[in-house]
């Protein structure tokens, strides 16, 4: 009996599941991107590499409308526990984890930021911006991003300045992971020419994605790349030129991105692996495997393969989150990160804001060597808030 045509069709349908997969949770659109950063030759490391980790977090005390008192408790919880989690810790250069706190817009409330700054002037964290909009315009994105950045710098602090320009300069996220216009059907933005607006509105880089499985991830995976705006188009950063050591800021945006890739240890069907998109929530803690893969796939700046930035992400408000975040998940990640990574010798670990990350990856660029850890405020101070703190403990 020849069985071979029956094992040719299984193979053939096997085939075609797996791709109907794969285009369902839209991995075709980012896997030749992923694929090209695996083969890439891995540069040699002379002394010590060193982990450059950063969280942020699209905080929203509003998350499901659930009213004021919910929403000051949720502030509360933070700014009480997370000092007793994260004081408890320290890297190379003697500081604290920082938590970088991309507050939305739309969900402003002046006492919430109060909180989260005195928090913040503590040195656990800084504040930037976040913003869900849709169908929006232009010239609407310009007010709203002018409007709340000098409200965050003028009555709580918050940002940082150009010391050369005096322009209010900030970090980036977008709501619902549509950076430029980047859904399919054109929701949750509007604005073709976002990346534009952003940079002329003082943004120094975006920090957005990963967002897979979403249809909004980009081609571009696992890099710190400069973006250049198309306004005839949307998804403009879906390709870009990577930073380089020696290199000029080209294009209108900086995109610095978290990890993604596969988790080959736990996988649907026992087949496929899961996606690694650099999300700490309840469902998916810290885990040490997690920590040991993003330190294995995480992007440097082109030439200086010693320096690896780690950024994740997270939506820390709600409870769910909040008792990962906040609890034993989290303290076993710290940890693991200074157990494994800050043994001064293989590594070196460093916690940083977005701010900081942002001054780091600018010193790599313009071929600063040796400790990253001295470049925290290479291009872009502290905000005031946080230079208010070190007057008085001066």
Not at 102 to 107: A, G, N, R, S, V
Not at 280 to 296: I, K, L, N, S
Not at 324 to 351: F, K, T
Request: glycine share 8%; net charge neutral; charged share 25%.
């Amino acid at each position: 009996m020849n069985v071979l045509p029956a094992i040719v069709f299984f193979c053939a349908v096997a085939a075609a599941l797996v791709l109907e997969l794969l285009r369902r949770r839209h991995v075709l659109q980012w896997l030749p991107g992923y694929i090209r950063t695996r083969l890439r030759p891995t540069d040699t490391v002379d002394g010590p590499t060193h982990i450059i980790f950063c969280f942020v977090d699209h905080f929203e005390p509003a998350w499901k409308r659930p009213g004021l008192e919910v929403e000051s408790a949720r502030v509360a919880r933070w700014c009480q526990d997370y000092p007793l989690l994260a004081g408890r810790f320290t890297d190379a250069d003697g500081c604290h984890p920082k938590h970088t706190f991309f507050f939305p817009e739309e969900e402003y409330r002046f006492e919430h930021l109060e909180r989260l700054c005195r928090l913040c002037a503590q040195g656990f964290g800084e504040i930037e911006v976040h913003l869900h909009h849709d169908g929006d315009t232009s010239a609407g994105l310009r007010q709203k991003l002018s409007k709340f950045t000098q409200l965050l710098h003028s009555c709580h602090g918050a940002l940082t300045k150009d010391v050369h320009t005096g322009e209010i300069r900030w970090g980036f996220i977008h709501g619902n992971w549509c950076l430029d216009n980047s859904r399919p059907d054109g929701r949750w933005c509007g604005v073709n020419d976002e990346l534009i607006i952003l940079k002329e509105g003082g943004c120094y880089a975006d920090f957005t994605f990963p967002s897979a499985p979403s249809d909004t991830q980009p081609a571009t995976v696992n890099s710190l790349y400069y973006a250049t705006d198309d306004p005839q188009r949307p998804k403009s950063h879906d390709t870009g030129q990577p930073v380089t050591v020696g290199g000029r800021p080209v294009g209108d945006l900086m995109l610095i991105q978290g990890v993604l890739g596969f988790d080959w240890s736990s996988r649907k069907f026992g087949i496929l692996p899961r996606i690694e998109n650099s999300d700490v929530r309840a469902g998916q803690p810290p885990t040490a495997a997690r920590v040991d893969r993003w330190v294995r796939l995480a992007p440097t700046v082109r030439g200086r393969p010693d320096w690896k930035f780690i950024k994740i992400h997270t939506h820390g408000a709600p409870e769910p989150q909040a008792d990962v975040l906040l609890g034993l998940p989290l303290e076993r990640m710290y940890d693991y990160l200074s157990r494994r990574y800050n043994d001064g010798v293989q590594y070196a670990l460093h916690y940083v804001s977005a701010r900081e990350m942002y001054n780091i990856i600018k010193a790599a660029e313009g071929g600063a060597t040796g400790d990253p850890g001295s470049y925290r405020d290479y291009a872009l101070g502290p905000p005031t808030f946080a230079q208010a703190r070190a007057e008085v403990s001066a």
